[in-house]
């Protein structure tokens, strides 16, 4: 049975640096053997399906891929279809009525201990505000993620300690959950 996945490159095609060309990442998972593969924007999103391995050990192929490939690590979150509509139906958020750009989901390589966020004074960052969800985070940023104060915080090390953390604005995250429908 074949599976439709996403996968998420963390910090690739960012201010000029570590180059992956979306048709050579086609290419790449095309030779490990995924079918069906489509990159959406530039900055790290591949469709693909998949009759083999699981989100662990697909993500950790394709980055073992890159790594041979263009000479640097990057780390790969690897979601299913389900798992990214879900995703998107529990956004506590009203999508519908925000800016794309004020929604942002982290996605995460494991489920996030609520403690790692507990020392975090919310109030003090309003209007900002995030919520935790399986294996994600969901950012209200109403004044985009580049300015998010809060955005700063949680992306401290402390936080995302032994964690792959990538996050997508709430215009990709609908576009992974319709590519992977389709």
């Given at each position: 049975m074949t599976t439709t996945y996403a996968a998420l490159l963390r910090g690739i095609n960012v201010g000029g640096s570590r180059k992956v060309p979306m048709a050579?990442?086609?290419?790449?998972?095309?030779?490990?053997?995924?079918?069906?593969?489509?990159?959406?924007?530039q900055s790290g999103q591949a469709v693909f399906t998949s009759g083999h391995g699981d989100e662990r050990s697909l993500a950790a192929g394709i980055a073992q891929a890159v790594e041979r490939h263009f000479g640097f690590g990057v780390d790969v979150i690897v979601r299913d279809h389900a798992y990214l509509k879900a995703i998107a139906d529990a956004c506590p958020f009203p999508a519908a009525e925000l800016e794309a750009k004020q929604l942002h989901v982290t996605y995460f390589s494991e489920p996030v201990d609520p403690a790692r966020l507990a020392e975090i004074d919310q109030a003090a960052y309003l209007p900002e505000e995030f919520r935790l969800g399986d294996r994600a985070l969901y950012l209200y940023a109403p004044n985009g993620l580049g300015r998010s104060k809060l955005a700063e915080h949680l992306s401290k090390p402390r936080i995302n300690k032994g964690l792959i953390a990538t996050t997508r604005n709430w215009n990709t995250v609908v576009k992974l959950v319709e590519m992977t429908g389709a």
């Open positions: 050579d990442l086609r290419t790449l998972l095309e030779n490990l053997g995924h079918e069906g593969v489509r990159t959406y924007l």
